[in-house]
């Protein structure tokens, strides 16, 4: 096994652990997965993130062919989807976390977002987050509809599911899921009171200093 991959093993395994601790995870949801060269190493179907074994990983390449360990979890797809459509994304996070979730159930900001610009680092860490179509979990239609969207974006939320965020490193990716999980705490909180958002050349300025993605 290559350092990298043993690497990845470690990281996931106490990825997982802390996704449990920070309360992300409730009962066997979300399923977290890091890229190495052409293939993804990804949490097994069923298991609890707060028990993961670096030993006992689904190792897939991109096509989605089962190179080794225990089955993946039916929503590999999601995380095949952004590795496709963002070359530079190492890690993806996806998570069935309460805001999130609550979120997802509401009518999308816009188009291509489904919360506005509510705070500056929502803006600066996260950026426009589309809202992908409703459909069950490890649905093909649902991940390419996310691989095509016609948007830049490292997150999204899927609607009455979940979030699924993707970043250069498994670190970052957890960050921005904490940092979109507290926008979505904010979007929900303040729902239906018209809140007032930052102005589009506010977030903008915001997103072209910090590197994020902001086109609304
Ligand atoms: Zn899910």
């Not at 990845?8 to 890229?35: C, H």
């Not at 970043?167 to 507290?182: F, G, K, P, Y």
């Not at 729902?191 to 086109?215: D, I, N, T």
Request: net charge negative; glycine share 6%.
């Amino acid at each position: 096994m290559s350092r990298s991959m043993a690497q990845a093993r470690t990281a996931l395994v106490a990825t997982g652990r802390e996704l449990v601790d920070l309360g992300l995870s409730p009962g066997t949801s979300g399923n977290i997965s890091v890229r190495v060269g052409d293939r993804m190493l990804i949490t097994p179907t069923n298991e609890s993130m707060g028990s993961l074994q670096e030993d006992r990983l689904a190792e897939l390449d991109l096509a989605g062919n089962h190179l080794s360990g225990p089955r993946p979890s039916k929503e590999f797809t999601l995380h095949r989807a952004f590795y496709r459509r963002s070359p530079e994304a190492r890690a993806v996070v996806h998570l069935h976390s309460v805001n999130a979730v609550a979120c997802a159930c509401l009518e999308p900001w816009s188009e291509v977002s489904a919360i506005g610009p509510i705070t500056p680092y929502f803006v600066m860490r996260v950026g426009q987050t589309p809202l992908i179509g409703y459909a069950p979990p490890g649905d093909i239609a649902q991940a390419d509809e996310l691989e095509a969207r016609d948007q830049p974006f490292r997150a999204a939320l899927l609607a009455n599911h979940g979030s699924v965020v993707a970043h250069t490193d498994l670190a970052s990716a957890v960050n921005t899921a904490v940092e979109l999980e507290e926008a979505c705490k904010l979007a929900v909180l303040t729902a239906g009171r018209s809140p007032r958002m930052l102005s589009h050349e506010q977030a903008v300025e915001l997103a072209v200093k910090y590197g994020s993605p902001w086109s609304t």
